[in-house]
């Protein structure tokens, strides 16, 4: 299944994931941010409905300049106390956030379109590919429509969050690591959806699902072989 998953990976077809019955329940949309297209944007705008968010490897986060946004509230917090006490120390699922700034390419308009969020990602992911970021502040602005996500440094082998299994499924792809993810959501529940139904998704699309623990597994493998 991981090897069905990395080609569809690299070919820019939406895979799906799911994490853990010990961590967040939830399956990710998840797609390689330098294929991104409007249309993967609607699909996932449509049949996914959480937040949509861009996962970054720590080494290209670093080379962006891009910070945790805990580490900007913590900054700020001498001056606007408030961020102090809204720091995330409770998450019931994880000892850290992922979240990091957002933003918007300064050739969208609003931001939120499907044509525009597709733009911007899709232009992140390239200036990364083209290790061009010292020129991140030139091609887009902040705040934005597009959040951005810090993958933990060894991603799977720290976290097991959705951040870090797309990491880990682009590094295995060969692509570049920044990826997207987005939650499955149900329009009866009102709750993520379930791996009963995303199964059926999965079939009537044609899409690969797997879980966290199979690209976990597969990691571990890829870097034993490098």
């Known amino acids: 299944m991981i090897e069905k998953a990395l080609k569809a990976f690299k070919e820019g077809e939406i895979v799906l994931i799911f994490d853990d019955d010990n961590r967040e329940k939830e399956t990710d949309m998840i797609v390689a941010a330098e294929l991104m297209t409007p249309q993967h944007m609607t699909t996932i705008r449509n049949d996914a409905g959480g937040l949509l968010c861009v996962p970054m490897s720590s080494e290209v986060s670093d080379k962006l300049g891009i910070p945790f946004m805990t580490d900007i509230m913590e900054s700020a917090s001498h001056k606007f106390p408030v961020l102090a006490e809204l720091s995330p120390t409770d998450i019931p699922y994880d000892e850290k956030s992922a979240f990091s700034i957002t933003i918007n390419h300064r050739k969208t308009f609003t931001g939120i379109t499907d ?109 034993k072989s490098e």
Do not use: W
């Not at 990491?167 to 791996?195: K, N, Q, W």
């Open 115 to 223: 044509n525009d969020r597709a733009f911007t990602i899709k232009e992140l992911a390239l200036l990364c590919k083209n290790e061009d970021y010292a020129n991140l502040g030139k091609y887009f602005r902040s705040p934005g429509h597009v959040t951005l996500l810090r993958a933990a440094q060894g991603h799977v082998l720290k976290r097991k969050g959705h951040t870090e299994l797309s990491i880990a499924l682009a590094e295995m792809a060969g692509v570049t690591p920044v990826a997207v993810c987005c939650e499955m959501m149900d329009d009866f529940t009102r709750d993520s959806m379930t791996t009963d139904d995303v199964e059926k998704y999965a079939e009537k699309n044609n899409l690969v699902f797997l879980s966290g623990a199979e690209v976990i597994e597969a990691y571990k493998e890829f870097i």
